[in-house]
């Protein structure tokens, strides 16, 4: 079984920074791939980028250039550092791992970008 915990919402202006954390709770986690989603309201979850246990990464189109994701595999950590917000930005952000074919979830941390 993998808990994820994420942190690090909040209300920011647009154009404002933000850093979320996602912590996994196993051992297993330098052998997740991992990925950040997002739901805005009214709207299906999208994923927003990815990361390999290798360390390789993508991005949804909206997000190239703002957004960065990286992961720290001894403190079993992913973050994703949001630059340049947007309104359109505003979502519940998710932590996600896959590991063989399990699909594991963390519970979401809201990200409002409003003046």
């Known amino acids: 079984q993998v808990q994820l915990v994420e942190s690090g919402g909040g209300l920011v202006q647009p154009g404002g920074s933000l850093r979320l954390s996602c912590v996994a709770s196993t051992i297993i986690f330098r052998f997740c791939d991992m990925g950040w989603y997002r739901q805005a309201p009214g709207k299906e979850r999208e994923l927003v980028a990815t990361?390999?246990?290798?360390?390789?990464?993508t991005y949804t189109d909206s997000v190239k250039g703002r957004f960065t994701i990286s992961r720290d595999n001894a403190k079993k950590a992913m973050y994703l550092q949001m630059n340049s917000l947007k309104p359109e930005d505003t979502a519940v952000y998710y932590c996600?791992?896959?590991?063989?074919?399990?699909?594991?979830w963390g519970q979401g941390t809201q990200v409002t970008v409003s003046s």
């Open positions: 990361i390999t246990s290798g360390s390789s990464t």
């Open positions: 996600n791992a896959l590991f063989g074919l399990k699909n594991y």
